[in-house]
């Protein structure tokens, strides 16, 4: 599962997925460029659009409902979805900081809770975190946001010591594509490493 693969970042991991053979489900709120991509990639056999705002609660529950209804075990998730507030902290107003935490820690938080007992139980399975590279400065003075999600995958990092399940936090200005790609082959591969 890729979320926020309507642009960007996500979107690039499900083409990327796919070309590997996995089969995805992508999603993100604009659900028009979703289906665009999944018909690119091949269609529902390869590729699987669910719109939603991750920020709902209800959304996320539709989400996962329409997985099950596949059938689909999820083996990796890419927890991608979010947007950063550039500005000084509140100067967006409390509602847009509150929706950014919901998709930045509470989805990832969510969704993480929902698939890793999968992968535990089947002893193998990748979640991958895109965060803010800021988030290790914790001092910004800009953006809070960089501090609260960034410490998040910090701390979700320290805390999933898991058997088979590999987890990388990985930062979007700075993304380690290597550090990514060895969990996708790793994973793609079955080896252990
Ligand atoms: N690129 C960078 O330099 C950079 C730097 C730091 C952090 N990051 C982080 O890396 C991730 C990807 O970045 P990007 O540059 O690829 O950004 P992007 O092109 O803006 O993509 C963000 C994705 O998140 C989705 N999204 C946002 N809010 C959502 C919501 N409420 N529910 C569902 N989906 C939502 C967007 O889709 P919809 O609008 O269709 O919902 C979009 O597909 C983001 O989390 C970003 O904060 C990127």
Known sequence: MVTGASSGIGEQFARRL???GYRV????????????LCAQLGGDEHAVAVGADLAV???????AARIDELDAEVDILVNNAGSGIYTKFGAEGRDKELQMLRVDVEAVVDLTLRYLPGMVERGRGAIINLRCAEGEFAATQTAPHFAEAGQSAQSMRERLVVGGVGHVAAAGA????????AVMSWHGGRSRP
């Open 174 to 181: 700075r993304t380690q594509l290597p550090a990514v790609e």
């Open 18 to 20: 796919v070309a590997r």
């Open 25 to 36: 489900v992508v999603t993100a709120r604009r659900a028009d460029r979703l289906q665009k």
């Open 57 to 63: 609660a209800e959304d996320r529950d539709r989400l």
